[in-house]
């Protein structure tokens, strides 16, 4: 069995559901890291347990937090709607600091484990405008990560993995569809139903429809 350990932050969505299949085939013991942050598609939580257990996670923790007391996103604020339709600049769904602080509390679990690689499925190509999902803040958070962690200061380098960065969502859906993932396990809609059923209309809805489109595969989502 490897003795290579990572932490997979997995939201439930297609991107960590293909990131946690990556990092199993090249070898790793996967620990799968979500979050229940008081996000409004909470279905997602389910999808994430379900995407653990299919792809044999070792473990899979979910940490509480309530990013409702600073709010500040439709994903975290009812009275601030989910966009329906294409905006410019930053959309309303980006989550102030969010992956600093998922990719802090990995951090912590990681030295824990011994592990020293911490894969994320940021996406630089077809994402939503996110100033966190850059390489240049990966790039800087693992320069932070080695200087602020006794693993990191002994010589044991911590890796933020983004193997997903340069990838399109096509691309991503055709690799993740190779390694066997099953992409009806997961809920990628910002405002989907308890059941996660998607609205088809979201930004992260209209990405996915867009991305197996273009990988000319079928899209199992269910569509509310």
Not at 168 to 184: H, P
Request: charged share 20%; aromatic share 8%; with cysteine.
């Amino acid at each position: 069995m490897s003795d290579k350990k990572a932490v997979v932050l997995l939201s439930g969505g297609l991107d960590s559901a293909t990131v946690l299949a990556m990092a199993r085939s090249e070898g790793y013991v996967c620990y799968a890291l979500g979050f229940d942050y008081g996000q409004r598609h909470s279905a997602e939580l389910l999808a994430a347990q379900r995407v653990a257990a299919d792809l044999d996670a070792r473990e899979h923790k979910v940490v509480k937090l309530d990013l409702r007391v600073i709010g500040g996103s439709a994903l975290t604020d009812d009275s601030i709607a989910v966009p329906e339709e294409e905006t410019s600049g930053i959309p309303v769904t980006y989550v102030p600091a969010r992956n600093t602080v998922f990719l802090s509390i990995a951090l912590g679990w990681a030295e824990v484990l011994g592990a020293q690689d911490i894969f994320v499925g940021v996406n630089a190509v077809d994402y939503s405008g996110y100033p966190d999902c850059r390489p240049e803040y990966i790039e800087a958070f693992e320069r932070m990560a080695n200087l602020a962690t006794r693993a990191g200061v002994e010589g044991n380098k911590l890796t933020i993995r983004a193997p997903l960065m340069k990838m399109s969502k096509a691309d991503i859906v055709k690799r993740g569809t190779e390694l066997g993932v099953d992409y009806s396990l997961t809920v990628s809609c910002y405002q989907a139903q308890a059941n996660g059923a998607a609205c088809g209309r979201c930004d992260s809805c209209r990405l996915r429809a867009a991305g197996f489109n273009e990988a000319g595969l079928a899209d199992p989502t269910i569509y509310a």
